[in-house]
Structure formats: structure tokens, C-alpha cells
């Protein structure tokens, strides 16, 4: 005890005024002014490569595309299909026609919604107007447990604009951001082909330049769906590369760029505010650009995906969620248990490795292969 | 690390605590709060579960109601269980003498393993082993490649060969390795889905023909309800040995580390706490159980409190601050008595109670050393009777102690403030830390240089 009672007395003795607000200092050993200890390039000196040919058709690798296969990006039934096949499960049973509803029966539903990492406190507040609906008699079985749920679901994304922003002048310029690992270039990727596949000439900028081999990784995609890519070395200031990347977009009257970053943990507030610069110096380019900026959440994240997105959202003000690797047997729940709390759309869901393994999000669909 | 969750937990404690004996309803309640914050902290729900129901057996039956201070028990309860789950400690990777070790890392996409694969190479290289690292991700774009950047900043030389299949490789870069006289063999996998049949038989494969010594299964500490099932089906298919936790440098509370020991019973070995090739660290389940609950490493600071303070010195101690007797002579012998317990920034780590107080708030041992200089320069009779400091006594104090009449002051006023606090604090429930909410912080502050 006596410890504690010194520990209040240092405390408040030597704590000085105001730091207890303040944020905590971060480590001296993850400044930005060491990542980009190689060469300082100024905005000019970027080597450029341009690509031998105009984007879209015959790859000389194509075998990593399936072209062929590749209808428009409204035909992706198929990747709903995987969605749904992966989401459906251990709910299903559970809403057999004429089985009542008893406490039982309520348990097993806040199981699997949890376990669909949707949180455990909208979850609660789901349930409980889930009861008030059955005391009422407004819901009866089973089956109407279902709909109830769907429907409560479904109105948070009610009148949601889950389209990109896309430039009236372009180019349109995409930024995306997240934490290491989260599938950023792969997602880059397939946003290109995306657009690609649209007849719209892509460029990428390289702008993850911390990470060994990220932009060698960012180049071979490239390569595969027939982008442009504006790099510099590993090691050099991102903004730069960005700054550049319009620059060249302009010149060559691109349609599309897309901006890599190098992956950052959300509660590094020195490659937290890096963003923000890399942001304005979009912005000064171009006016409005980026016009989109993406959070790319990877599906398996738990709780963090809300302090992920809540701090990238301060940063950089994010406009849209690509929920990557949905392909597991994660459900990526927690994107809809975040709405009651911070209200970003998600865009983009990817469902593999291969660049056209993307599908719009359908928030209706998404909710309905939760349950059916 | 996992900050948030003690930070959530603190809250039912801090509720707890007030409360005296528990009821069979207040356990309820404590428990309910406690299944909120683990499940908030992605341990996977059939877990939590189970972990409920021990600690309600443990808890309702007459340990509990015996006991004296049912706070402090149940806490205890909730300890041993977490400690439980997450333990025992993993021993630390053995290398075998003479023949060559093989580790094998494999996990999902993005978990990490091309960082931790360089991460413990470096290890093995700094307990002066030869380590290799192979390149065996062959699927992602330029993971060769970072492999072979991460190996020319260790001077750790990387097999990889232009594609070819995994297993083959492996197989052949193992035999390179005894070649060349390198004695521990890192295999970097590529990630891939637990339920990707094809990919998890070309592990099996790789399994096969390296016969790995130690497989650990790398985990993203982010990962939610979900690291059951990727843990248990790698688990199913490899037998791994162990896991490692990577990114705990962020503010996930890290449920999954529950989660993976609870489902596949292996320990976790490492956990990963930064982008840097040395951010790897040991994982301790009693240390992470002490700071989920709030409780700092309390153990190690009742046997550390217990070598520097006598017992009845404690007493002696606590029956002044009871009369409002201390002085500041008592305090100084404390203060030199804590300071031999190590950095304070550590010990107050370890209060309970203290982990989110302490948040964002530096104590500088050189604001410490101030504190003490004015003390050292008081006489003995000043620092039994302040009272008696008057305006030259002051101007004595300060210069000896090169401070100002101000800093002396501020301390003055610091410390009748405390005697009170303290006296209150003696009459409220021994459980209860901390200073009383509603201290006027900011008039309690000295002047910052």
C-alpha cells in the first residue's frame, strides 16, 4: 500500500500540467526522417518507366488473368456465388421453418453473429430489439427471426452511395491506405484491372517505398494488368512519388491513378500524419484529388478493424472500405457492427489472389448470404 | 500491448472493488462485464464461454463468499484462468547441435511471416548460429525478392531458386544449407488459406521432405473470431509447435492469443512489436494476464516491495498517514526505498490500477531527482516540521537544492495536500488505488522548466 499512496503523491507532484491529454511520443526508432534515409529525391527526380503498350488486351503473361473468362464487372454472380458460399454456414439450421423461438434459439443467433466478428455490443443491441420484436408479437418463428435481422441490418446501409467518386475531368485519383498487410498492392491490383478491363488507362504510383520489394511487387502487377507505374527508389519520400504520379497521369491524359502506401499501423502517428501529407500533396496537384481514398481491411481483422478505420478516417478521411481476403472463412462482420459507430461504406470486397478476384460490395447481398 | 483490455477490465474492477463481499449477483454482473471486454478483445466466443464458466464455478461456490477481500479473489480467479489459457511458457527455440534446424513458418496472407522469418534468422544469428532463409513463396509477387532485401541487411544469405515447386525447393535448399555449413534453416512460406486443400498438402509436402524441427504458425494479432479456425485447421493438418503473434505493436487487445492457445494447445512462442528486424520478443502468459487485468506485474512488486520495505516499517508507516503524523523525513526514506526497486517508470507500470492512469503521462526521473534534491536540502527538523520553513529557510532550501522559493513552495503544498488525501485514502476500503477522482491536478502541478 505504501507504494501506491507514493506512486499518488509522485504522481500528481511531478506529473506536469497538461501531458496526461497529450499523446503518447512515439517511438525515436519509427520516425519518418529514418525511413527516408536513402536518397531525398525532390519531386523531379523520379525514373519513370512507361509501359511498352496500351493497357487492356493480350498480357504476355496471361495465364495469371484468365481474360477470356472475364465477362464485365457486373457479371460477377460467380464471386457473389463464392461470397455467399463462404458466408452461409452455421446460421442456416438454425431458421428451419416452424421452429420456435426460445432462448435457446436466440443464444445460438448472438453466437454466430459474434463469432461473425460483428462485436459483441451491436450485437446486443440487435438482440435486444430482437426480443422487444418477439414480446410484441411483431415476430413469431423462426423465419421471422430471420427477416427481422435482415431487415435491421440492411437499414444501415439505406441510401449509402457505395459507387466510387470518379473524377468529371480526369484523371480520377484513387489513394489507398492500411495497416501491414492488409492486402493493399493486391487490392491495387485489382482495382486497375478493374478499370482496365473498362477500357480506362491506369497508373500506379509506388508509393509504398518503405517495405523491401513493394514497389518491385507493385511493378510485376503492372505488368500482369497492363498499367503504368511512376516508382522511385525504395526509401525515398512517398508524397514525392505521388506528386509525380500526377504530374505524369496529366501529361499522358490518364484516366485512372491509384496510389499505393506503404502499410502502417493506425496508432503511428508520425506515418499517420506522413499520410496526411502524401494526401495534401495529391490535393495540390490536382484539385480534389484523391477523390477516393480506400482503407483496405483485411476480413479476418477482429474489433480492431474500428479503431483501423476510425484513425485512418482522422488522418486521411477515408471514403470507402475494400475488405480484402473474404475468401477464408472469415465472415468480416465487424464491417457491419462498425456502421453504428463510425459510418464508412465499404466498396470493394476481394475474394482471391488473382486480379480479378473483386466485386462491387451489395450490402444486400452481403447481408443475405449472412443468413441464407 | 494489450492496453484496451486492461483498460476495459480496470472499469469492472474499479467497480468491484467499492463493493465488498460479492454476491452470487455481483459475480454475475463482474462476469457479464468481463465476457463484453474479452469478446471486444476478439477472444473467440466459445472461449469466453468456457472461461466463464470456470471462473462461475470457481467463484460461486464458498472460496468466494469466504473470503475476506472477494475483490482480490475474484480478480485472482480471473488471473489463474487467463494464465491458464494462454500458458504455460513456450519454451524458447532450441537448436540441435550438429545436424542443421529446420523452422517452418507458415499462416494466412498479410499475417507477417517473410518479417518474422528475417526477424528470427537474425535471432539465430545473434546466438551464433549460420542461419539460411528460403525463399519458398513462390506465389506472391517479389516475396523473393523481399526476403533476399531483408537477408542483405542481416548479411543472412537467402536460398531461392527461379520458381520451381516449394517442396523441392525446400528439400534442395536444406541440402544447400548442410553444403555450405549453415545450421539453421528458416523456411518462409507462402501464405495461404487453411481451406485451400492444394496449398495446404504442398505444406504437408514441404513437411515431408524437410522433416522441420520446430513449425510455428504466424498470427496477426488482429485477427478476430476467425483465428480459431485458420489456427485449428493449420494446426490439424502440420501439428505446428507453436505460435508467433505479430503486430502486437499496435493497440489490438490481442484476443487472438487466447484464442490459439485455447484451440490448438500450443504455446506461443514469440510475439512481434515492430517493423524492425529486432522487434521480436519473448511471450510471457503471465505477464500479458497480469495486464489484461489491470494488475500490472503486482506479483513481482509484492516480492520486490517485500525486499526493501519491512513489514512493520509498512505498519508504522500506514498508522501515520492514519494520525496525519507523516512527514516529509518518513516520506524521503520511502521515496530512496522505492527508487532502489528500480526505474520508477517500471514500477509504476506495475501498480495496479496505474495502467491507464499512466497512459500519456511521462514521470521524468529527472523531476523525481528535484523532488528528492529539495527534500535532501531540508534539515532534518524541517523535514519533521515544515512549518517551520520560513522565507530565508526557503531561499536556503532552494539554493541548495538549485531550485527556486517557488519549486520548494509547490512541494510544500503538494505534500499537506497528500496528507489529507492519504488519511482519506487510509479510511476507504484497502483495495481501493489510486488517488480519489476530483484531485485538482492541475493546481497540485509544479511548474514545468
Known amino acids: 500500500m505504501v507504494f501506491d499512496l507514493i506512486k499518488g503523491f509522485i504522481e500528481q507532484a511531478v506529473a506536469p500540467a497538461g501531458v496526461k491529454e497529450e499523446k503518447k511520443e512515439e517511438k525515436p526508432a519509427e520516425t519518418p526522417a529514418e525511413k527516408t534515409a536513402g536518397p531525398p529525391p525532390p519531386s523531379s527526380g523520379g525514373e519513370e518507366e512507361r509501359p511498352t503498350e496500351i493497357p487492356v488486351k493480350k498480357q504476355e503473361d496471361s495465364s495469371w488473368l484468365s481474360l477470356d473468362a472475364w465477362v464485365s464487372l457486373d457479371d460477377l454472380k460467380k464471386g457473389l456465388e463464392k461470397t455467399r458460399a463462404r458466408l452461409e454456414g452455421h446460421l442456416q439450421g438454425l431458421f428451419a421453418l416452424g421452429q420456435t423461438i426460445d432462448e435457446h434459439l436466440l443464444e445460438e443467433i448472438e453466437a454466430a453473429l459474434i463469432e461473425a466478428d460483428m462485436g459483441v455490443k451491436p450485437v446486443g443491441r440487435l438482440m435486444e430489439e430482437l426480443r422487444r420484436a418477439c414480446q410484441s408479437g411483431e415476430v413469431t418463428d423462426a423465419a421471422g427471426v430471420k427477416g427481422h435481422l435482415k431487415a435491421r441490418l440492411k437499414e ?84 514525392a512519388v505521388a506528386y509525380d504520379a500526377l504530374e505524369a497521369a496529366v501529361a499522358r491524359g490518364v484516366d485512372v491513378v491509384i496510389v499505393d502506401t506503404a502499410g502502417r499501423l493506425h496508432t503511428k502517428q508520425n506515418l499517420m500524419s506522413e499520410l496526411g501529407k502524401m494526401k495534401k500533396v495529391l490535393s495540390k496537384r490536382i484539385e480534389h484529388a484523391p477523390h477516393e481514398v480506400l482503407l483496405v481491411l483485411d476480413a479476418t481483422t477482429g474489433q480492431n478493424a474500428i479503431s483501423q478505420a476510425r484513425l485512418f478516417k482522422e488522418a486521411v478521411d477515408i471514403t470507402g472500405i475494400f475488405l480484402a481476403k473474404l475468401d477464408g472463412t472469415a465472415k468480416g462482420g465487424v464491417v457491419l457492427g462498425m456502421q453504428d459507430e463510425i459510418k464508412i461504406p465499404v466498396k470493394f470486397v476481394g475474394l482471391g489472389e488473382k486480379a480479378e478476384d473483386i466485386q462491387r460490395f451489395d450490402p444486400e447481398g452481403f447481408i443475405d448470404a449472412l443468413f441464407d | 500491448m494489450f492496453e484496451s483490455i486492461t483498460k476495459s477490465l480496470e472499469t469492472v474492477f474499479d467497480r468491484l472493488r467499492g463493493k465488498g463481499r460479492l454476491t452470487r449477483e455481483n459475480i454475475q454482473e463482474g462476469l457479464r462485464e468481463v465476457r463484453t471486454a474479452l469478446l471486444e478483445a476478439d477472444v473467440n466466443y466459445k472461449v469466453v464461454k468456457d472461461l466463464i464458466q470456470r471462473v462461475t464455478e470457481k467463484a ?54 517473410t518479417t518474422t522469418a528475417a526477424k528470427l534468422a537474425k535471432l539465430a544469428l545473434s546466438k551464433g548460429r549460420k542461419p539460411l532463409l528460403v525463399a519458398a513463396d513462390v506465389q506472391r509477387p517479389a516475396a523473393v525478392e523481399q526476403l533476399k532485401i531483408l537477408g542483405k541487411q542481416l548479411g543472412i544469405p537467402v536460398y531461392s531458386e527461379n520458381g520451381g515447386q516449394p517442396p523441392l525447393l525446400c528439400e534442395k535448399a536444406v541440402e544447400h544449407a548442410i553444403k555450405n555449413g549453415q545450421n539453421t534453416i528458416v523456411l518462409d512460406t507462402a501464405g495461404r488459406l487453411h481451406i485451400d486443400e492444394e496449398l495446404m498438402s504442398e505444406l504437408r509436402e514441404i513437411k515431408e521432405r524437410t522433416k ?42 490481442g484476443g487472438a492469443a487466447l484464442s490459439v492457445k485455447a484451440v490448438t494447445g500450443k504455446p506461443i512462442r514469440y510475439v512481434g512489436v515492430g517493423e524492425k528486424l529486432e522487434m521480436l520478443e519473448e511471450f510471457y502468459p503471465d505477464r500479458m494476464a497480469s495486464r489484461i487485468l489491470g494488475m500490472g506485474d503486482v506479483v513481482t512488486l509484492v516480492e520486490k516491495a517485500q525486499a526493501a520495505v519491512k513489514e512493520e516499517e509498512a505498519k508504522a508507516f500506514a498508522r501515520k498517514i492514519k494520525e496525519e503524523s507523516l512527514t516529509l523525513e518518513d516520506f524521503l526514506d520511502q521515496l530512496q526505498k522505492v527508487k532502489k526497486m528500480g526505474p520508477l517508470q517500471e514500477l509504476m507500470g506495475m501498480i495496479p490500477g496505474m495502467g491507464t492512469k499512466m497512459e500519456g503521462m511521462e514521470v521524468e526521473e529527472a523531476q523525481m531527482k528535484k523532488i528528492e534534491a529539495i527534500m535532501q536540502s531540508m534539515n532534518k ?66 511548474k514545468r522548466k
Not at chain 2, 475483490?71 to 513456450?90: H, N, T
Open chain 2, 381 to 446: 527538523a524541517e523535514r519533521k516540521n515544515p512549518e517551520i520553513i520560513d522565507g530565508s529557510r526557503r531561499q536556503r532550501i532552494a539554493t541548495g537544492s538549485a531550485t527556486t522559493p517557488h519549486d520548494v513552495n509547490q512541494l510544500l503544498k503538494q505534500f499537506r495536500f497528500m496528507k489529507k488525501m492519504l488519511k482519506q485514502m487510509s479510511t476507504t476500503s484497502p483495495f481501493r488505488m489510486g488517488l480519489p477522482k476530483g484531485v485538482p491536478v492541475g493546481m497540485l502541478k509544479g
Open chain 2, 60 to 113: 460461486v461456490g464458498e472460496e468466494v463468499l469466504q473470503s475476506v477481500t472477494p475483490g482480490q479473489q475474484v480478480i485472482k480467479i480471473i488471473y489463474d484462468e487467463l494464465v491458464g489459457l494462454m500458458g504455460p511458457v513456450g519454451q524458447p527455440l532450441t537448436f540441435q547441435e550438429g545436424n542443421p534446424t529446420v523452422i517452418m513458418l507458415v499462416g494466412l496472407h498479410g499475417c507477417g511471416k
Open chain 1, 156 to 239: 444501415r446501409f439505406k441510401g449509402r452511395k457505395l459507387e466510387l467518386n470518379m473524377s468529371p475531368t480526369p484523371p480520377t485519383v484513387i489513394m489507398v491506405a492500411g495497416v501491414n498487410g492488409s492486402g493493399k498492392t493486391t487490392s491495387i491490383a485489382k482495382l486497375g484491372y478493374m478499370f482496365a478491363r473498362e477500357g480506362k488507362q491506369v497508373l500506379l504510383a509506388a508509393g509504398d517505398t518503405f517495405r523491401a520489394a513493394a514497389v518491385e511487387q507493385l511493378e510485376i502487377w503492372a505488368g500482369r494488368i497492363g498499367a503504368q507505374i511512376i516508382k522511385h527508389q525504395t526509401g525515398a519520400d512517398p508524397s
Open chain 2, 212 to 253: 522441420p524441427h520446430v513449425i510455428l504458425f504466424v498470427c496477426d494479432a488482429m485477427t478476430g473470431q476467425d483465428a480459431v479456425n485458420s489456427a485449428k485447421e493449420f494446426n490439424s493438418q502440420l501439428e505446428f509447435d507453436g505460435a508467433i503473434l505479430t503486430k502486437l505493436d499496435g493497440d489490438t487487445r
